[in-house]
């Protein structure tokens, strides 16, 4: 079974040898707190305090939330992460060891792989993508149809491989291979667009490794600007991310402003698919969740769910982040326990790998689950904890 966050977080601490109080002082909070938080009775799910108390452990933030992958074997999409893991590889060091095919068909192959992802497939996606990823760079090295096999590379790793691997819980550092394999395809194109998408990538993997400035920069080199509709949906997705990584980092100015900017274009554009992103003012409105959430501002968080509409959410992806984070929210108010294990389980029966296998979920399930009672929604929490292999 694999353990909370809270559990991992004092296992830490005791193998430095460090007291409450130091490790507490060094991280900016009481020593209560944090007590609280390796008990369980307060949810460790906002990237700044994992960074400030991984810099007081002299550990990488990975090393707190590695609760990834629960029973091996558990979920379908399992079975095929040692093969997307020996895909990236092969394609990095030069190797696909895959077959060359038509750009068209290649093509068609990635929308069905994108359809998936954006439809919470996840065993569809695993499945497919260790071939697309052999083929797609093994027709590139043979020289056929360079700029659209780069621009389908660019799409394949940022909105497919890097996003499956984030929704199954694997390991940050594979992650993190597909983020530069699409910034060297990125590289390469030299199109702004696909910059963008490259860029959207490689600031999620640093805002997960707590490097909210290098974030920050990466994303405002790449703004691709508004000229077109295109355009202005790419530059509102990185205006969102931007917001988020000024929320981690604390910047409540920039933290706005950029969801302002983000707003606006949602207006101008309305609900669209550019680029597989989504963007629009119903998914606006979820990113809203998300940054107040990690700014410390869970009733805001609850506030803005209320304003959205989750079912002119554009894919099962969205309205499964929108009841997370609604739930999310509730967790953290009085009296709203209940409503909390709902949303949740929401979720979960939209997309269960996006509730069991992402550490700030798990750590929300472990507060909900230290102070359960025993009744029908506590039944229905236990249910949620157990498919997420916490402790009941």
């Known amino acids: 079974m694999a353990e909370a966050l809270g559990q991992t977080l004092r296992e830490i601490r005791k193998a430095r040898g460090k007291s409450l109080t130091v490790i507490a002082g060094l991280a900016g909070i009481s020593p209560s707190y944090l007590s609280r938080l390796e008990s369980g009775d307060r949810a460790l799910d906002r990237r700044s305090l994992i960074v400030a108390l991984a810099n007081a452990l002299e550990v990488a933030p990975s090393e707190i939330t590695r609760t990834a992958v629960t029973t091996a ?96 819980g694997a390991s940050l550092d594979l992650a993190w291979q597909a983020s530069t394999l699409a910034q060297r395809a990125a590289q390469r194109l030299d199109e702004p667009l696909f910059a963008a998408v490259s860029s959207f990538g490689t600031a999620f993997g640093l805002l997960a490794a707590g490097g909210f400035d290098l974030a920050a920069r990466t994303l405002a080199a790449d703004d691709p600007g508004t000229a077109t509709p295109e355009d202005m949906q790419v530059s509102g997705m990185l205006a969102l991310t931007s917001s988020l990584v000024s929320a981690a980092h604390g910047n409540h100015a920039d933290r706005v402003a950029a969801l ?133």
């Open 73 to 168: 074997g558990e979920y379908e999409e399992d079975r095929s992460l040692n093969d997307v893991r020996l895909a990236l590889l092969s394609a990095s060091i030069g190797e696909p060891r895959g077959e060359v095919h038509p750009a068209a068909a290649l093509s068609a192959r990635v929308t069905e792989v994108l359809t998936a992802q954006r439809d919470c497939e996840y065993g569809l996606v695993g499945a497919a993508l260790p071939g697309l990823i052999a083929d797609l760079h093994t027709t590139l090295t043979a020289g056929r149809d360079e700029h659209q096999l780069l621009r389908l590379l660019v799409l394949t790793h940022v909105q497919g491989t890097q996003a499956w691997l984030g929704d199954i």
């Open 260 to 392: 302002e900017h983000a707003g606006d274009l949602a207006e101008r554009t309305g609900e669209g698919n550019a680029m597989w992103f989504g963007f629009g003012p119903s998914n606006v409105g979820v990113w809203r969740m998300s940054v107040a959430l990690e700014a410390g501002e869970p009733a805001e968080a609850a506030k803005i769910a209320e304003a959205v509409d989750p079912e002119a959410l554009p894919s099962p992806t969205r309205k499964s982040a929108y009841w997370r984070e609604y739930g999310r929210a509730l967790a953290h108010l009085p009296k709203q326990r209940e409503a909390a294990v709902m949303m949740l389980r929401r979720a979960e029966q939209i997309s269960p790998a996006r509730i069991h296998r992402h550490p700030f979920m798990r750590s929300i399930l472990a507060e909900l689950l230290a102070k359960a009672k025993r009744d029908a929604v506590g039944r229905e929490l236990r249910g949620m904890a157990y498919r997420a292999g916490l402790h009941v």
